[in-house]
Structure formats: C-alpha cells, structure tokens
C-alpha cells in the first residue's frame, strides 16, 4: 500500500529507495499534504477532512508542484501503459522475470498515487519492469497436433 510506497519497498528486483515524502522528513507525515487547510481551493474538494491532498502545501517546498505533479504521473501512466503491453504479448506468464514485472506493474497500479508517493521507487520499478523483456518468453505455445 501507499506506506510502503512512501518507504521504497514490496516492489520486486529494486532495493528500498525511501521517499522524500517519508514522516522523517515532512514532519506530520501524510497529514501535512492531505490535511492542509485549504487557501485557494474549496475546501470541499481538497484538504481538511477530505484527505485530498492541497497543493498548496506542496508550495512550501516545491514551485509549480500541479504542473509538475501532472508532467511526472503522465510519465510514470505511459510507463505503466508499456509495460501493460508487454505483459498482455507473453504467452509464457510463469517465468520469475515475467512474475517480477507483473508484481511492479500491480503494486504501482494499485498503489494508485500514479507514482506521486514516490517517484524515484516507481520509475526505478518501471525500469527494472520493461528491461525484463530480453528475459521474458514470447514464444507462442506450440499446438498438439
């Protein structure tokens, strides 16, 4: 789950690479950016008790964090969307190169921060994913006659 997606760990053939979201470095850890009381926005839609994150918050720390936010879960959604593919194409689905690359696909997706939690984790995740291709089986099952 998301903490620990934030911790850098259960993903598999990666070792931990602890976000710079982790309780050790925003102090009140999740609360900070999901409680934030609402500035601009309504307070309806983010922040408070909704647990939506604010990207006001962010602001403290980051310039520009929506348009980065966006640019950096578009990235890690077309990764994900690639190795979909590649996973869909192997006939073969009992390798541990093909289990590995599956058990990332499924963590980051349904982690369901598209990354966010941690970036560096799921795109070296992703990376070590989408380089199992060479090790992956993609020959078709031969047919009994």
Known sequence: GQPEMIAGTGGAGVDPIPSTHDRSVIPGGCVQCHMAKPKSEDPSITGGHTFSPNMDACQQCHQQPKEKLEQAQEEIRQQLAE???????????????????????????????????????????????????????????????
Request: aromatic content about 12%; hydrophobic content about 30%; proline content about 5%.
């Open 83 to 145: 190795l979909k593919r590649m996973l869909d194409k192997a006939p073969n689905r009992t390798s541990k190169a093909y289990r590995n690359a599956l058990r990332n696909y499924e963590w980051i997706k349904n982690e369901r921060s598209d990354g966010f939690h941690n970036l560096k984790y799921a795109r070296a995740l992703l990376e070590y994913s989408l380089q199992l291709k060479s090790e992956i089986d993609f020959t078709p099952a031969t047919q009994p006659k």
